[in-house]
C-alpha cells in the first residue's frame, strides 16, 4: 500500500472536514462547551437545592414534649401550625409533620417505650432532608432519656456501649480520586468515541455518495483500500479530538469547577506509565472500532439523511456497556466482559483509573478489541469495494 496516496488523501478529507461548521460543533464546541456548562448547572442545582434544604425546614408538630425543644434547636427548623397539615406537606408548604402521642414524656420518664409519627414526602429531596433533621433531633433526646434511666440505675453509658468501633479508610487519596473519575470519564471517552466520529463518517461516504463525489474518487488509478484507510484514519482522528476534548473539559470542571469531594483530596499518582500506557492502546482501538462500525453503516446508507439514522444505534453500543460498568468496581467486574465489545473498553479504562492494572486482563482485552477491530475493517473493506454499495 502507498503510504504517500494514503497520507494525501487523509489530508485532503481532514481538511474538508475541519472546513465544515458542523463538525467542528460537534467535534469541539459539545464537549468543550456543552459538557462543562451541563455539570456547572447540576452542581449550581444541587447546591442551591441544598442551600435552602438547610437554611429553611418549616415542619408542624401535633402534641407537646420535651423532643420539642430539641427540634427548635436544629438549625433553620421553622415550627408552624397549618389549619391542614397534610396539604401543607404535599403542596411544599411543610416539609414534615410530626405527632407526638399523649403523655409522651411521661411514658418516657417511667421507663416505657413510645412511638413517634413522623409523615414526610419522598418525593421531595428538601423533605428527606426534614426527615433526617428530625432523626437528629430524636436522637439527641433519646440520648438524653437514656443517660438519665443510666443514672437512676446507678449506671454508665460504658455499661450499654462496651465496645467503641474506629474505622480507618485503607484507601489512598489516589485511589479515592480514581474510584471518583472511573464512574464518570470512561462514560464520557467512550461516548466521545462513538460520537465525535459520527458526522465524519456520514460525510466521508454516505454524504460523497449522495454529492456524486465518491463515484469520482473511485475512478481515479488508487485502489479502494487506500482510499478506505484514509477515511477510517480521518473518522478516528475526528473521534479522539472528541474524546480528548472531553477530557479538557472534565479535567477543567474537576480543577476549577463548583464540584468538590467532601474529605478526598484530588491525587493523580494512580495515572502510572503502564495505566497510561492502557488507556492510550484501549483508546485507539475503541476509535478504530467506532469508526469501522460507523463507516460501515455510512457505506450501507444511500444517503446523508440514512446515514445519520443509523449512526444511532452506534451511540447507543457505546451507551449499554458504559452506563452497565460505572457503578462496579473493577475487582467486581464478571472476566465475561473483557471479552464482548467495548464492555472490555470500559473496563481496561476503570482498572487503569483504579490503578490496578491487571496483565490478564490486558492482554485478553486489548487482544480481543483488536480482533474486533479487524474484524469489522475487513468487513467494510469488503463492502466497500462492491460498487452497488458504493455508486448511487
Known amino acids: 500500500m502507498d503510504r504517500n496516496v494514503v497520507w494525501t488523501i487523509f489530508a485532503k478529507e481532514m481538511l474538508d472536514l475541519l472546513r465544515d461548521r458542523k463538525t467542528l460543533i460537534g467535534t469541539f464546541l459539545i464537549p468543550l462547551v456543552v ?32 423532643l420539642v425543644d430539641h427540634l427548635r434547636s436544629q438549625p433553620g427548623v421553622r415550627i408552624l401550625s397549618p389549619d391542614r397539615p397534610m396539604e401543607a406537606l404535599k403542596a411544599g408548604e411543610l416539609r414534615a409533620i410530626v405527632t407526638i402521642p399523649d403523655h409522651f414524656d411521661q411514658v418516657l420518664r417511667s421507663g416505657g417505650r413510645v412511638q413517634l409519627h413522623v409523615a414526610y414526602d419522598n418525593t421531595n429531596q428538601k423533605s428527606v432532608y426534614a426527615k433526617s433533621v428530625i432523626d437528629s433531633a430524636v436522637q439527641q433526646y433519646s440520648s438524653d432519656i437514656v443517660s438519665m434511666r443510666l443514672r437512676q440505675a446507678g449506671l454508665s453509658v460504658e455499661a450499654i456501649e462496651p465496645i467503641e468501633t474506629t474505622y480507618e479508610n485503607a484507601a489512598s487519596d489516589e485511589r479515592q480520586t480514581g474510584g471518583i473519575l472511573a ?21 466521508l461516504v454516505a454524504g460523497e455518495k449522495e454529492r456524486g463525489t465518491l463515484e469520482s474518487l473511485l475512478t481515479t488509478p488508487i485502489a479502494a483500500n487506500q482510499i478506505l484507510t484514509a477515511k477510517l484514519l480521518a473518522v478516528m482522528v475526528m473521534s479522539c479530538i472528541s474524546a480528548t476534548a472531553s477530557l479538557l473539559s472534565l479535567s477543567f470542571v474537576f480543577r476549577w469547577g463548583p464540584l468538590k469531594v467532601d474529605g478526598t483530596d484530588l491525587s493523580f499518582g494512580f495515572l502510572s506509565p503502564a495505566s497510561l500506557a492502557v488507556l492510550a492502546a484501549t483508546i485507539v482501538l475503541l476509535a478504530a472500532l467506532f469508526a469501522g462500525l460507523e463507516l460501515t453503516l455510512s457505506t450501507v446508507a444511500k444517503s446523508f439523511k440514512e446515514g445519520q439514522t ?36 470500559v473496563a481496561l479504562c476503570k482498572e487503569a483509573f483504579y490503578g490496578e492494572v491487571d496483565p490478564l486482563h490486558t492482554l485478553v482485552g486489548l487482544g480481543t478489541s483488536l480482533l474486533y477491530v479487524t474484524a469489522i475493517i475487513a468487513a467494510t473493506a469488503r463492502l466497500f469495494r462492491r460498487e452497488g454499495a458504493v455508486v448511487r
Do not use: C, Q, W
Open 35 to 66: 459538557i462543562p456548562f451541563v455539570f456547572f448547572l447540576l452542581s449550581m442545582s444541587y447546591s442551591n437545592v441544598e442551600k435552602e434544604a438547610r437554611s429553611y425546614v418549616p415542619i408542624a408538630v401535633e402534641g407537646t414534649s420535651k
Open 183 to 203: 464512574g464518570i470519564i470512561p462514560l464520557m471517552v467512550v461516548l466521545s468515541l462513538a460520537s465525535g466520529g459520527v458526522a465524519a463518517a456520514t460525510d
Open 310 to 345: 443509523y449512526m444511532t444505534g452506534v451511540v447507543i453500543l457505546a451507551m449499554i456497556p458504559s452506563y452497565m460498568l460505572m457503578p462496579i468496581h473493577p475487582v467486581d467486574i464478571p472476566a465475561l466482559y473483557y471479552v464482548l465489545p467495548v464492555f472490555n473498553g
